[in-house]
């Protein structure tokens, strides 16, 4: 049996090279994007796990403070703390690299002796150099050669507003310890690092090992008790699971889309199926006689879909890993970016993916070749033997499939709106029903070709006959409206979130010229301006007015959230947080002056169910404190949330504090490049980064084009698979059809003829497809918009449907449509008309 | 073009048809052998050395054996099909020195064709089917539509003009292919079993109307039966054995 | 005298050529109390009592404590940073129990920081403390006071705890003229060393929970100096003695990789406090036996007999227990023999208490001093 079914595959696969191809290659691409997108997240959760695990030594618990540093002292409690067999404090900085000795950033850990010592390094460590020689730094061998730096060589670095002369000491070998993590990465003593670029008497974490049979919970349980709520306890698994969760929704966002490849490709293995059985059903039905069983046959066909999916599962992992491979500069741009994660530097490629890929390929091929086959080869071997095609069920079934699709749609609709808004994933469930509905009633919707005359031999005809061979065309229009609902629908959000970010940028950036401190896209709170930075800065002539922004990261409900302290007090500055309720701002800010009160951004507000609140519980280093909300505004800069206040109350809350950015109001008709470049000459030792208005506009959209790119390119597969799945109903129906094709033929229709009609056929499969796509993706758009980003992300975004009149999309599916048709109509143009006779023997 | 006076098909010498006219054949076999590939290492011929010509006007009935070679005999008159040796002349044009697109035409504007499983497409209505030609030959709609009404009135199915073809019955099919055939008046009809799937009563009905509908078109008809009834309703028999023509019976 | 400093090899590999370091110096200029404190500009200083304790209900202890002061650099870097310091501060304590046959043994090492351990000035009771280990809180203390040192440990993970006063019961003697005792040829190789060889001591010793009400007497060496072992030095054998005739004996040599006896020192110090310095010569030491450490796999001499021409003693010591390892779980492969002994004479009569110390045996212990 298995040597029939190997010979049998090599004959299917002879018979017919490009339908199977065209199959192999969807299934592929389904594959690889579900590989792609799943390696992407491997690739980032084991950079962070690497750098997690790379300096941590022995360590199964980390102390963590709700803000980034926290003060040295509390090492005393974690050392009391029993359970606790050693603890290891440490300064963390990601700091800027002077751009003369290379650009980018490096994680530089402060550590104390014995963790030091305890480092594999290359050369002799000697500890009392480590210590004693200013500026002591280890890196590993790969950042110190994309930093071109050779031992001995001085490297300068800043973090804030400070900057150090370092030198490179020795290589430590930190790739061993984590070996996803980036390369860019060093080691130096506590002391220096925390005098030359941190803060004096604060620490990032604590590494704690456990003595041997301590349960982690316990210990973590003593030491939070201890410690009290300004603090985290967490093992390096919670730490990447934080990372996780903080990844959560951008990984659902890929997932979604790779699996619609997926989809679209079960399509594509459904059609090349049912033409395989439509070619085979005599033989089918002589096997059967000749005393096959239903059992072998079944064994038969689905092996050879099984070999046709195997090969695409491994075709889709070369390419999943091309894709990744391809994506990887991006994804981790956006990562760094949006989440403040470590540089993604290699594929993280696991065994894990090996199943996957077999899930995918093998899985979504046997699904998509299933039905037909039972369904055929579940008649009885008389009916096989006819020649009649496969009896047009779809015909009868297809208004049942219609009411079905509208009721799914209508009913998960009106449970979305009602007993489902509180469920989270409720938008997907809707987007699922909606993606489902499409195939339900696009048979029915095909048949509107049915109003075409057919008095003229050409594309019209094509259009006309698609109306009653649905089989093949309705599950290929179905793929092809699921890729362009997809397509229209992200396309949507993505423009929707563009255009909300615009305007909402158009409201917040107010200032002229923009300055923070160079290393402050990485290490943000870490990057102090100094006073006297900030005092040469303001003191330039053309400055009217400065606001002062004060960070200070916390924690709330165990995400990042950035408190924000400003001048609320700024003339004309109550743009800056725009009100989401619309109200007059005036008083607003009067509160936050006058009450200590604070505005909560709208994703915190939704987060934490916060939109009718008068207060909320503030992490601040004496603890949680009851703060009085004033207002909610719109933010786009942080997914987990963000708190504003006034600077004093901030200090009221937090202390005095370091600030982190200087906003400046230049006077009316002044040029604000050219305050840019007087302020960059007026401090050349400081490393700063002073943007114009116009520059930090650009580079807002700049990050939110790269982060969507992934997206796109997803899309783009999708899109491609769709299109070999026109191809592919094409090229079957062109095969169906022959007997079709050689009457027109024998009646006197030329091969151009043939040739238009089948364009037709495309072009109806097309017009449906991307109808249905359009108003499916508008859909899908107002889902996304509406449901899933104010679910997942907190954010609300104004629907842009002008971006509907997209025109480079829409050429795009037509012209992938119509590249796709023009081979299966050549091909059928190319059949003799004495083909006729065959069905006449 | 000029024509020759004596037109007289023979195979091996024997004289098949002795009418003689001033007009060129409708159809003219020279010498024509058909082989196809592949059956065995030599090829097996359908068809061996035959010569024949078909006056205008005629009704010409082709009887043999399955496998005799009839139907490919029809294919290479309707120019779907090549002969391996000698030529096929279809109103004095030599077929195998047309291209295919001139065949197509010939084809279009010269010839009817009707099958034995009718070929209606199933997803046009009766009327659209007859139409078909004309569709495909790109004639403007309105003459069409009288046309294609008045034949379908002709053969008593006036009434079943918007229906499906799944709805009517085998002769009723038959009649509307006959219709198709007609429509664009070709000058030579060729119909290959045209009752073979009809019981004997429509059969009869459809061979009738058939030979009504082309005297009246003035066209000539070839078909092929293995009927000997229908045969004898023709004015001359080939009969094919072992793809050659044999003496008229 | 020697006090063992087994800080691995590992952690601190011996630097000869450390011009900035003060070494031992003959005419050192003693100034007591002060000099009880802590020296800076030294690579190494300790302070160590070991000592043989009864409970009220007359369960016998020996017992270990001391703080070490390893200098990481001469002077304390500048900078605003806590965690600049010159030294780390070490801490071992062991306990030996030999009723229920158990040795445990305690330590600390933390950065000179101002919140985790570091050194008392003078005129501050207070010479040295630390955070006491991991998993519990509060501290480790040495002081000073005009009747005595007063030292506190604590190790709730290993179960022990020693509270402890000690009082002169004779004076402080110096260990080889004017308190320098050479080690080696080398020019630094020689320490700055005194002893208290008989400390009346009193105050608590707890044991898993349970505390004792302990007596006693104690022997305390101090000791500081750089660079102290010449280069082919690996390790020492010490002793300190308590004759129940109120004489007390100090010995110690340096063995060599080959176990040959290197350099070598001793000081008896007589009932009314006089001292004499003696060279032992190279065959005044015989072990009788050895025990192998199934922990660390090393294996030290077990049982010695003594004998000194010079003083004129023949002695056989006895370990309580053969296992009196401490073994240090910070520090890899660091591990040495401390350990209380029975000293008997000829005739097999018990005549005084010692502590012996071994280190250096077994592969890369030896210590960084």
Not at chain 1, 629 to 657: K, N, P, Q
Not at chain 1, 684 to 708: C, G, K, M, Y
Not at chain 3, 193 to 213: I, N, P, Q
């Amino acid at each position: 049996m298995i040597r029939l079914l190997l010979q049998s595959t090599v004959r299917q696969f002879q018979s017919d090279k490009l339908l199977h191809l065209l199959t192999l290659l969807g299934i592929a691409l389904g594959a690889a994007a579900v590989v792609g997108v799943q390696i992407l997240h491997q690739s980032a959760i084991a950079a962070f796990a690497g750098s997690v695990q790379a300096v941590r030594g022995n360590s199964e618990l980390t102390v963590f403070g709700s803000a980034p540093s926290f003060d040295e002292r509390v090492l005393v409690d974690v050392l009391g703390t029993v359970g606790v067999e050693s603890a290891t404090p440490r300064v963390q900085l990601s700091v800027a690299v002077d751009p003369s000795s290379g650009d980018g950033f490096l994680e530089l850990a402060g550590l104390d002796v014995l963790s030091l010592a305890s480092l594999p390094y290359r050369e002799e460590f000697e500890l009392r150099e480590a210590l004693s020689q200013p500026g002591w730094l280890a890196l590993t061998a790969e950042g110190a050669d994309r930093l071109g730096l050779s031992l001995g060589d001085r490297v300068n670095v800043s973090c804030g507003s400070r900057t150090a002369e370092l030198q490179l000491s020795n290589w430590v070998e930190l790739e061993q310890l984590g070996p996803a993590a980036s390369p860019m990465r060093g080691v130096m003593d506590i002391a220096a690092l925390q005098q030359l670029l941190g803060q004096i008497g604060e620490i990032h974490q604590i590494d704690v090992a456990l003595v041997e049979g301590q349960e982690p919970d316990s210990v973590a349980a003593s030491l939070e008790q201890r410690l009290g709520p300004a603090y985290e306890i967490l093992t390096p698994s919670q730490q990447v699971g934080q990372a996780e969760q903080l990844l959560g929704a951008f990984r659902l966002n890929l997932t979604a889309l790779s699996a619609v490849s997926l989809f679209v490709g079960f399509f594509m293995v459904y059609t090349t199926v049912q033409a395989m059985l439509v070619r085979r059903r005599r033989e089918f039905g002589v096997m059967r006689c000749l005393g096959t069983t239903r059992g072998q046959l079944l064994f038969l066909v689905l092996g050879e879909v099984a070999i046709l999916g195997f090969a695409g599962s491994f075709l889709g992992t070369l390419l999943g890993i091309g894709v990744a491979q391809g994506s990887l500069a991006d994804v981790s741009a956006t990562l760094t970016n949006l989440y403040v994660l470590e540089e993604v530097r290699s594929l993280a490629l696991s065994p894990s993916l090996i199943p996957l890929a077999l899930l995918a390929g093998v899985g979504g091929a046997l699904a998509g070749a299933a039905w037909p086959t039972l369904e055929s080869l579940g008649r009885p071997p008389r009916e096989l033997l006819q020649s009649q095609p496969v009896h047009e069920r779809l015909h009868r079934v297809s208004g049942l499939a219609w009411w079905i699709g509208l009721v799914l749609l209508g009913g998960t609709g009106v449970w979305c709106l009602t007993w489902g808004r509180q469920v989270r994933p409720a938008g997907f469930v809707l987007g699922l029903a909606m993606l489902l509905t499409i195939p339900l009633i696009t048979p029915r919707l095909l048949r509107v070709w049915k109003v075409v005359p057919a008095h003229q031999f050409g594309v019209l005809h094509g259009l006309r006959s698609l109306a009653s061979r649905l089989h093949g065309s309705a599950f290929c229009s179905a793929s092809l409206a699921v890729s362009v609902s997809i397509l229209v629908g992200i396309t949507m959000m993505v423009s929707s979130f563009r255009s909300t970010l615009e305007s909402w940028v158009d409201s917040v950036i107010q200032a002229d010229v923009y300055v923070t401190a160079a290393s402050y896209a990485r290490s943000r709170s870490d990057a102090i301006l100094e006073q006297s930075v900030i005092d040469e800065l303001v003191r330039h002539p053309a400055v009217r007015e400065a606001d002062l922004l004060r960070r200070v990261d916390s924690r709330i409900a165990e995400r990042p959230v950035p408190l924000i302290g400003v001048r609320m007090d700024l003339p004309d500055g109550t743009r800056r947080f725009p009100l989401t309720s619309g109200e007059d701002p005036e008083p607003v800010y009067r509160r936050l002056q006058d009450e200590q009160a604070v505005l909560i951004s709208q994703p915190l507000a939704r987060r934490l169910g916060l939109e009718d609140s008068a207060e909320f519980d503030l992490p601040t280093p004496e603890g949680p404190q009851s703060v009085p909300i004033a207002g909610i505004y719109e933010d786009y800069g942080s997914e987990s949330g963000a708190v504003a206040m006034d600077l004093t109350t901030m200090e009221a809350l937090f202390g005095e504090g370091p600030l982190h950015s200087v906003s400046l109001y230049l006077d009316e008709g002044t040029d604000p490049e050219q305050v840019v470049t007087a302020l960059a000459a007026r401090l050349p030792e400081v490393p700063l980064e002073i943007r114009s208005n116009a520059r930090l506009r650009a580079e807002v959209f700049r990050i939110f084009d790269q982060t969507f790119l992934v997206t796109r390119t997803l899309q783009l597969v999708t899109l491609l698979v769709a299109a070999l799945g026109v191809a592919t109903t094409l090229l079957v129906i062109a095969e169906e059809g022959r007997s079709e094709v050689a009457l027109a033929r024998s009646l006197g229709a030329d091969r151009p003829q043939v040739f238009r009609v089948f364009l037709g056929k495309g072009a109806g499969i097309g017009v449906v497809g991307v109808i249905l796509g359009l108003t499916g993706g508008m859909g899908l758009a107002w889902i996304l918009v509406h449901l899933i980003n104010r679910a997942y992300f907190g954010w609300s975004i104004r629907a842009d449907w002008g971006a509907l009149f997209m025109v480079p999309e829409f050429a795009s599916i037509g012209a992938a449509v119509l590249l796709a048709s023009l081979y299966p109509a050549w091909k059928a143009s190319r059949t003799p008309a004495v083909e006729l006779k065959r069905d006449d023997s | 073009m000029s024509t020759p006076q004596i037109v007289t098909a023979t195979t091996n010498g024997l004289g098949v048809s002795m009418k003689t006219s001033n007009s060129t054949p409708a159809l003219r076999l020279d010498g024509v052998s058909r082989t196809y590939d592949g059956e065995s290492a030599a090829g097996r011929a359908a068809l061996r050395d035959v010569t024949l010509a078909v006056e205008p006007g005629r009704r010409v009935a082709v009887v043999g054996r399955s496998g005799s070679g009839k139907s490919t005999l029809l294919h290479l008159a309707a120019g779907i099909d090549l002969p391996t040796t000698g030529s096929v002349e279809l109103f004095g044009r030599d077929l195998s020195k047309l291209t295919d697109r001139e065949r197509t035409h010939l084809r279009r504007n010269e010839i009817g064709l009707v099958f034995q499983s009718f070929h209606l497409q199933a997803h046009l209505s009766v009327a659209e089917n007859v139409a078909l030609p004309d569709a495909i030959a790109g004639a403007p709609r309105r003459p069409t539509a009288e046309r294609v009404r008045e034949l379908l009135d002709r053969v008593g199915l006036g009434d079943r003009a918007g229906d499906v073809p799944e709805k009517l019955s085998g002769g009723e099919q038959q009649r509307v292919a006959l219709c198709r055939a007609l429509l664009r008046r070709p000058r030579l009809l060729l119909a290959d079993e045209p009752t073979g799937s009809l019981d004997e009563e429509s059969g009869q009905r459809v061979m009738a109307l058939m030979l009504e509908l082309v005297e009246e078109h003035d066209s000539t008809l070839v078909f092929v039966t293995h009927s000997r009834e229908l045969a004898a309703t023709a004015d001359q028999i080939l009969t094919l054995r072992d793809g050659r023509l044999c003496e008229p019976t | 005298m020697i006090p063992e400093l087994a800080l691995a090899a590992a952690l601190l590999p011996a630097v000869t050529q450390e011009a900035d370091w003060k070494i031992a110096d003959p005419d050192y200029q003693w100034q007591f109390p002060q000099d009880h404190w802590a020296h800076s500009g030294y690579r190494t200083e300790w302070w160590y009592f070991t000592g043989h304790l009864e409970s009220s209900e007359g369960r016998r202890f020996g017992y270990q404590f001391t703080f070490f002061k390893i200098g990481l650099l001469p002077n304390r870097p500048d900078g605003a940073s806590q965690w600049n310091a010159a030294n780390l501060v070490m801490g071992h304590a062991s306990i030996t129990d030999p009723e229920s046959g158990q040795h445990r043994f305690s330590e600390v090492v933390h950065r000179e920081v101002p919140f985790l351990a570091g050194f008392g000035t003078f005129p501050d009771t207070l010479l040295a403390w630390s955070q006491a280990p991991a998993g519990t809180d509060g501290r480790w203390e040495l002081s000073f006071e005009e009747s005595g040192f007063a030292l506190d440990m604590r190790d709730d993970r290993r179960g022990f705890s020693l509270s402890l006063q000690t009082e002169p019961d004779k004076p402080r003697i110096f260990q080889g003229p004017n308190g320098f005792s050479r080690k080696g040829a080398g020019e630094s190789a020689a320490s700055q060393y005194y002893s208290y060889s008989r400390l009346k001591t009193a105050g608590t010793v707890t044991l898993d929970g349970v505390s004792y009400s302990v007596q006693g007497t104690s022997w305390m060496d101090k000791e500081f100096g750089s660079d102290q072992l010449d280069d082919e030095q690996v390790g020492w054998d010490w002793f300190s003695l308590q004759l129940d005739d109120r004489r007390e004996v100090m010995l110690f040599s340096l063995r060599d990789e080959e176990g040959e006896i290197h350099s070598r020192a001793g000081t008896l110090v007589a009932a009314d406090g006089s001292v004499q310095w003696f060279d032992p010569g190279n065959q005044w030491l015989r072990a009788l036996s050895s025990w192998e450490s199934e922990k660390s796999g090393v294996e030290y001499p077990s049982g010695w007999r003594i004998r000194l021409e010079e003083p004129g003693l023949s002695l056989e010591l006895r370990p309580v227990m053969a296992n009196q390892e401490n073994r240090s779980s910070i520090l890899p492969d660091m591990a040495y023999w401390e350990g209380a002994v029975d000293v008997f004479d000829d005739a097999g009569n018990t005549i005084g208490r010692g502590y012996v110390e071994l280190t250096g045996y077994g592969d890369a212990m030896r210590p960084g001093i």
